[in-house]
């Protein structure tokens, strides 16, 4: 069976019109194929996402990443990151824009099967539950260890005013959920309250939750690395689109 794909780098359209550059990563063939959405991390827009992107494909899924941190400066993704981060973080407001723009992106596209899902890791993976809930149009949502998706007090800023499991009612998506039971951001008990406002809004998902693993587990070039629990959460991601994106 032949396979191919091709990758490259693009621009999409955020808010007020802003032109951002992504990456996108195509099978190549007529399709139809589902597409996704990857949210970055907080260290930026780096090696590892554009690797991600190359794998959905590889998978069957037209994948694209929009770089949030575009307006920032262009430079080595982990300088960007940081100078993002020391400067507040982008707001969600700006970034949910920006990935509304990549799923239409996706959704102009002749070969998709009419279906887009979106994960993101970390903050990425926050990112991906307010996309959930917020924007209208994903089938299917990947949420890996988002952090602060519970959060109150001192959390909560001028560009990130609410905690995203206020809005667990308006999420209009099945939900994966990843998580390392050694993880601080998000702990095991911010965890169980992400999972009983699930419940309370009878919202379908299904969360895995791993032992001796904490935050980033999925990041083989970082020490944080689990191969048994990343391999595990893989198979899981892949079971579950395959589910609701097919």
Same mark, same amino acid.
């Given at each position: 069976? !032949?396979?191919?794909?091709?990758? &490259?780098?693009?621009?999409?359209?955020?808010?007020?019109?802003?032109?951002?550059?992504?990456? =996108?990563?195509?099978?190549?063939?007529?399709?139809?194929?589902?597409?996704? *959405?990857? =949210?970055?991390?907080?260290?930026?827009?780096?090696?590892?996402?554009?690797?991600?992107?190359?794998?959905?494909?590889?998978?069957?899924? *037209?994948? =694209?990443?929009?770089?949030?941190?575009?307006?920032?400066?262009?430079?080595?993704?982990?300088?960007?990151?940081?100078? *993002?981060?020391?400067?507040?973080?982008?707001?969600?407001?700006?970034?949910?824009?920006?990935?509304?723009?990549?799923?239409?992106?996706?959704?102009?596209?002749?070969?998709?099967?009419?279906?887009?899902?979106?994960?993101?890791?970390?903050?990425?993976?926050?990112?991906?539950?307010?996309?959930?809930?917020?924007?209208?149009?994903?089938?299917?949502?990947?949420?890996?260890?988002?952090?602060? *998706?519970?959060?109150?007090?001192? &959390?909560?800023?001028?560009?990130?005013?609410?905690?995203?499991?206020?809005?667990?009612?308006?999420?209009?998506?099945?939900?994966?959920?990843?998580?390392?039971?050694?993880?601080?951001?998000?702990?095991?008990?911010?965890?169980?309250?992400? &999972?009983? &406002?699930?419940?309370?809004?009878?919202?379908?998902?299904?969360?895995?939750? !791993?032992?001796?693993?904490?935050?980033?587990?999925?990041?083989?070039?970082?020490?944080?690395?689990?191969?048994?629990?990343?391999?595990?959460?893989?198979?899981?991601?892949?079971?579950?689109?395959?589910?609701?994106?097919?």
């Amino acid at each position: 069976m !032949y396979e191919g794909m091709i990758a &490259e780098t693009t621009t999409v359209q955020g808010p007020n019109g802003d032109s951002i550059g992504a990456y =996108i990563a195509k099978p190549l063939g007529s399709g139809p194929f589902p597409g996704m *959405v990857l =949210i970055h991390h907080a260290p930026g827009w780096d090696e590892w996402y554009r690797e991600a992107a190359r794998r959905f494909a590889h998978h069957g899924y *037209v994948t =694209i990443s929009p770089n949030l941190y575009h307006r920032n400066g262009h430079g080595d993704p982990s300088e960007v990151g940081a100078r *993002v981060r020391e400067s507040g973080g982008i707001s969600d407001a700006q970034a949910l824009g920006d990935i509304e723009g990549a799923l239409r992106f996706l959704q102009t596209l002749p070969n998709l099967n009419g279906k887009v899902g979106v994960f993101g890791t970390c903050s990425g993976g926050r990112l991906t539950f307010l996309s959930g809930c917020r924007i209208q149009g994903f089938d299917a949502a990947v949420e890996c260890w988002g952090g602060r *998706v519970v959060a109150s007090g001192d &959390e909560l800023t001028a560009n990130q005013p609410a905690a995203p499991i206020d809005f667990t009612a308006d999420l209009s998506c099945p939900l994966l959920g990843l998580f390392g039971n050694d993880d601080q951001s998000p702990t095991p008990e911010q965890v169980n309250l992400h &999972e009983e &406002e699930l419940k309370k809004h009878n919202k379908s998902y299904e969360f895995h939750r !791993y032992d001796g693993a904490g935050h980033g587990f999925f990041y083989y070039d970082r020490a944080m690395y689990r191969q048994e629990q990343a391999v595990d959460g893989w198979n899981n991601i892949w079971a579950f689109l395959g589910k609701n994106l097919a």
